[in-house]
Nanobody, 116 residues
């Protein structure tokens, strides 16, 4: 059974940092490109970051570029998103995604709220 379980979300003050984790199971994690998306209320889901299978390549969406770092540990079947200098507009549900060829899996999301 495929599972992606995000954790690490919560309430943080503007300017603060959070580290999200996504633990994967039920598939060959190291073979999948991993991504983080986010969706704010009333807005479309947008790509935050992407990392290749062997972590040799990363890319970032414009909205958080320079403030986030994606990484993965294939031994632990986990992908991370380190976020810093958070802003109220970063408030959203953050989703983990795994994809390769026609296979595409989503986690249930973790809420990040940036507020004073």
């Amino acid at each position: 059974q495929v599972q992606l379980v995000e954790s690490g979300g919560g309430l943080v003050q503007p300017g603060g940092s959070l580290r999200l984790s996504c633990a994967a199971s039920g598939f060959t994690f190291s073979s999948y490109v991993m991504k983080w998306y986010r969706q704010a209320p009333g807005k479309e889901r947008e790509l935050v970051a992407r990392i290749s299978t062997l972590a040799g390549s990363t890319s970032y969406g414009d909205s958080m570029k320079g403030r986030v770092t994606i990484s993965r540990d294939n031994a632990k079947n986990t992908v991370y998103l380190q976020m810093s200098s958070l802003k109220p507009e970063d408030t959203a549900v953050y989703y983990c995604n795994a994809g390769v060829n026609l296979y595409n899996y989503w986690g249930q999301g973790t809420q990040v709220t940036v507020s004073s």
